[in-house]
């Protein structure tokens, strides 16, 4: 503690010089105290007025679950390729996962077509 600092205590709290340091000295070993040893100090009721101010009052929010929207135009494209697909010779017949992806094999090999629409740039 700096001379300074026993100065504006005692100024500030009309305190005796004796008085600021002694004040000083409780309050660095306050700060130097964790939550769990401040708390022992206190009775029932602090300790719960102390819990009740610490809640910060926000819920959990439930996850919605929303009906996915199903792209016209990309189901139109899927459609079209598989019917390509289902023309050409593959190992077995192609398989449409949802209105943007088919699964397919060709001579032995898995292969999957993946239809992407972009976002227009801004």
């Known amino acids: 503690m700096t001379e300074k600092d026993i100065k504006k205590a005692m100024t500030a709290l009309e305190l005796t010089r004796e008085q600021a340091i002694e004040l000083h000295q409780e309050d660095e070993q306050i700060d130097?105290?964790?939550?769990?040893?401040?708390?022992?100090?206190?009775t029932a009721e602090q300790k719960k007025a102390a819990k009740a101010a610490t809640i910060t009052g926000s819920k959990k929010r439930t996850?919605?679950?929303r009906e996915r929207k199903v792209d016209s135009r990309k189901k139109f494209f899927?459609?079209?390729i598989y019917d390509c697909l289902n023309g050409c010779l593959l190992d077995d017949k192609?398989?449409?996962v949802?209105?943007?992806?088919?699964h397919f094999t060709y001579?032995?090999?898995k292969y999957t077509v993946k239809l992407i629409k972009h976002?227009?740039?801004?």
């Open 63 to 65: 996850k919605v679950k």
């Open 107 to 109: 001579i032995g090999e």
């Open 32 to 42: 130097k105290m964790t939550v769990t040893e401040a708390q022992s100090d206190l």
């Open 94 to 96: 192609p398989e449409k």
């Open 119 to 122: 976002r227009p740039q801004k």
């Open 78 to 80: 899927i459609d079209k």
């Open 98 to 102: 949802n209105e943007t992806e088919i």
